[in-house]
């Protein structure tokens, strides 16, 4: 007995279908990073595109003539956010702010710490190039486990 092949494809999502189901999906839920040192967990922020675009023009606009340690400590502020998602850097609106004493403040944090969490954030974010593993690892199931 022959058997017959389902050709049948998924429904193509349309335009409100599509935006509310990536809306009710874990792809711009906030990631996770265990901080061992601390006992603890903190969260790095996934964007959407045009979040993207306010992070760079966030880091462009940055003062070169503080150094490295500003730019890492601003970038830190806009990466690190609640279980929500909201900023824990942010102003009585929840848009991110960074005081002065803020970033003062983040840049005494040790580089262990900051690092984890940038290096999480970049890579959430698609700021880094996956390796070919490491891209289909991710289709493979870190969006569907987020």
């Known amino acids: 007995m022959a058997t017959t092949k389902n050709t049948r494809k998924s429904a193509a999502f349309g335009k409100t279908t599509l935006l509310a189901a990536i809306a009710a999906s874990n792809m711009l839920k906030p990631e996770p990073v265990p901080i061992e040192e601390l006992d603890a967990v903190i969260y790095v922020k996934r964007m959407g595109i045009g979040e993207r675009d306010e992070y760079f023009e966030k880091m ?78 991710d289709a493979d199931g870190e969006l569907k486990n987020s």
């Not at 690190?80 to 909201?86: A, L």
């Not at 009585?92 to 970033?103: F, N």
């Not at 690092?115 to 880094?128: C, H, P, Q, S």
């Open 60 to 137: 462009k606009d940055a003062p070169t003539d503080k150094g490295s340690s500003h730019s890492n400590a601003l970038a830190f502020t806009l990466a690190v956010v609640d279980e929500e998602g909201s900023y824990l850097f942010a102003d009585d609106k929840g848009e991110h702010l960074a005081t002065d004493e803020d970033i003062e403040a983040v840049q005494k944090i040790p580089p262990l710490l900051i690092d984890k969490a940038l290096n999480k954030f970049y890579e959430v974010n698609r700021f880094i190039k996956l390796s070919p593993q490491q891209a289909q690892d």
